[in-house]
């Protein structure tokens, strides 16, 4: 694993002064040479001035705010230039760029079957920066592509180590759990990335859904299982409201009710608790008592 160490290069205005020396004596020898009708001085004198000019000309680069500039000398890493302005170094050294800038990484949808083995369609954003610039330019072919690569098979595993939805108890899930699953699929793409110095500062799911051949059993199954929360729910409320009249007209005295006529009147209550329609009441014009 190649291990980054910063290196500071000459300034700008140092190199851009000796390249004008250089190419202004290229040109004072070269105009005393034709005058004096000095080939050889040309050859051995103007020919090495030029070529200096040039090389020292070729060693000047700017570096950009939040970019790296990658030093390499015939194959040996020499260092990175993480300061931004205006750089004079050996003209031999091959420069590469390295954007160390926040940028986001949309992920395609893909199928892949969850815990339970239920194939859903899954995407995710990944937000990331490069903090070595060594490492991505050694380490990795091309990090660009390796981390699109890397962050596929991570939404892969994500989606087959999770159920889309719990239905059962209260577990993790890929729609019921998002900021767990979202640190999950983090913690994983910090480990993957890492040999390519890569930091991953957030992580989420785009997209989730049932694939279409599914979709609709599914949506029932949803369907279900609200109505029937929705139900316990309001068959408690129901008892608990039941609970209370009894109490209370026990306490107060109002009407004594032995258990034939507690039953009916719960009966009486629960139906109009816990029906969908209102309750058409009946007028009882007589007595409890026969």
């Known amino acids: 694993m190649t291990k980054e160490r910063e290196v500071s290069?000459?300034?700008?205005?140092?190199?851009?002064?000796?390249?004008?020396?250089?190419?202004?004596?290229?040109?004072?020898?070269?105009?005393?040479?034709?005058?004096?009708?000095?080939?050889?001085?040309?050859?051995?004198?103007v020919a090495p001035l030029a070529i200096l000019s040039f090389l020292s000309a070729a060693g000047l680069f700017t570096v950009q705010p939040n970019q790296a500039v990658v030093l390499i000398l015939f194959g040996s890493y020499v260092g990175t230039v993480k300061r931004s302005g205006w750089w004079w170094t050996n003209p031999f050294?091959?420069?590469?760029?390295?954007?160390?800038?926040?940028?986001?990484?949309?992920?395609?949808?893909?199928?892949?079957?969850?815990?339970?083995?239920?194939p859903v369609e899954i995407a995710a954003?990944?937000?990331?920066?490069?903090?070595?610039a060594a490492q991505a330019t050694f380490d990795v072919e091309s990090f660009e592509d390796f981390v699109s690569v890397q962050s596929e098979t991570a939404v892969r595993h994500l989606a087959s180590a999770y159920p889309y939805d719990e239905y059962d108890h209260d577990g993790i899930s890929l729609?019921?759990?998002?900021?767990?699953?979202?640190?999950?699929?983090?913690?994983?793409?910090?480990?993957?990335?890492?040999?390519?110095?890569?930091?991953?500062?957030e992580?989420?799911?785009?997209?989730?859904?049932?694939?279409?051949?599914?979709?609709?059993?599914?949506?029932q199954r949803q369907q279900a299982a609200a109505i029937i929360a929705a139900r316990?729910?309001?068959?408690?409320?129901?008892?608990?409201?039941?609970?209370?009249?009894?109490?209370?007209?026990?306490?107060?005295?109002?009407?004594?009710?032995?258990?034939?006529?507690k039953a009916a009147m719960v009966s009486n209550?629960?139906?109009?608790?816990?029906?969908?329609?209102?309750?058409?009441?009946?007028?009882?014009?007589?007595?409890?008592?026969?």
């Open 93 to 118: 050294n091959t420069r590469k760029r390295v954007s160390l800038r926040v940028r986001s990484l949309n992920g395609h949808m893909i199928k892949v079957n969850d815990h339970a083995g239920n």
């Open 125 to 132: 954003v990944v937000v990331r920066r490069v903090h070595d």
């Open 175 to 201: 729609r019921g759990s998002t900021d767990k699953v979202s640190e999950f699929l983090r913690t994983e793409l910090s480990e993957r990335l890492r040999p390519a110095g890569v930091e991953i500062l």
């Open 232 to 261: 316990q729910r309001i068959v408690e409320g129901a008892v608990g409201m039941v609970e209370m009249a009894l109490d209370r007209l026990s306490a107060n005295r109002i009407v004594s009710l032995d258990e034939e006529r």
């Open 9 to 45: 290069a000459l300034g700008g205005a140092l190199g851009l002064t000796v390249t004008i020396v250089l190419i202004a004596s290229t040109i004072y020898m070269t105009v005393g040479a034709v005058a004096q009708a000095r080939p050889l001085l040309l050859l051995t004198v």
């Open 269 to 290: 209550l629960l139906v109009v608790l816990c029906g969908e329609r209102a309750a058409m009441p009946v007028l009882n014009t007589g007595t409890l008592h026969n």
């Open 203 to 219: 992580a989420r799911l785009s997209h989730l859904a049932y694939a279409p051949e599914i979709a609709g059993a599914m949506l």
